[in-house]
């Protein structure tokens, strides 16, 4: 997991993110707002709420730098799945215990200057709804002490819900937020103020539809 990785869009990551744009404005009819707020360079953390599989793909596809991504280790036991999401900047991350390596790797690569996406819901939502904020996103928040950017999607959901085997045409609206200073909140603190900040985006981002 110590590999350097470039925070410069690499051709697997420009290839990837042009027909991406496509899909998801053929498919999606995707609207995207605040894209200003994610910082050009430096580290930054990318907190999204989670509705479906499609979200690392929209939470990446219109911006100008490549994003790191925790995905779980079982897609990377295929040997070609393993070389394409390892190009896309993915890292492996065990699910259903606490993964020190992918924690330190995700503070490693916050620190070195390069954009991170990670969901502190945990996992899909299983209606639609905003989930609790785990508060294991508040060690990487405190360690890492970079800006945090929060994302919050609307239609992903609907598009490819949990449980659905393909996904549908579906718009699809999404908003990037003011960069956060969190790194001297308590974890506590910490949840409340993303769980407090995904609310308030939804509602202003349904009330601009």
């Known amino acids: 997991m110590s590999e350097p990785i470039s925070d410069q869009p690499g051709v ?30 430096g580290g930054v953390l990318l907190v999204s709420n989670h509705q479906s599989y499609l979200d690392p793909v929209l939470v990446g596809v219109r911006l100008e730098r490549p994003l790191s991504y925790l995905a779980k280790s079982e897609l990377f036991e295929n040997p070609v799945l393993n070389w394409l999401i390892r190009a896309l900047h993915a890292f492996p991350v065990r699910q259903g215990a606490g ?7 995700t503070i490693r690569r916050l ?26 996103v508040a060690l990487v928040v405190r360690r890492a002490k970079v800006p945090v950017v929060p994302v919050i999607l609307d239609g992903s959901f609907h598009a490819w819900p949990k449980g659905r085997k393909l996904f549908r045409a579906w718009p699809i609206r999404m908003s990037y937020g003011p960069p956060m200073d969190m790194s001297r909140m308590k974890a506590e603190e910490i949840g409340r103020t993303i ?15």
């Not at 990551?13 to 998801?24: E, G, H, N, P, S």
């Not at 620190?111 to 294991?136: F, K, W």
């Not at 900040?197 to 601009?208: E, I, P």
Request: glycine fraction near 8%.
């Open 12 to 41: 697997i990551w420009k290839l990837a993110q042009t027909l991406c744009r496509i899909v998801t404005t053929v498919l999606f009819d995707l609207k995207v707002y605040g894209l200003h707020n994610v910082p050009k360079t």
């Open 195 to 209: 769980e407090t900040t995904f609310r308030q985006m939804l509602a202003d981002l349904r009330k601009n539809k």
């Open 111 to 136: 620190q070195e200057g390069r954009a991170l996406n990670i969901y502190p819901e945990g996992s899909r939502t299983p209606d639609g709804t905003l989930q609790p904020i785990e508060l294991g």
């Open 99 to 105: 993964d020190v390596g992918a924690v330190k790797e």
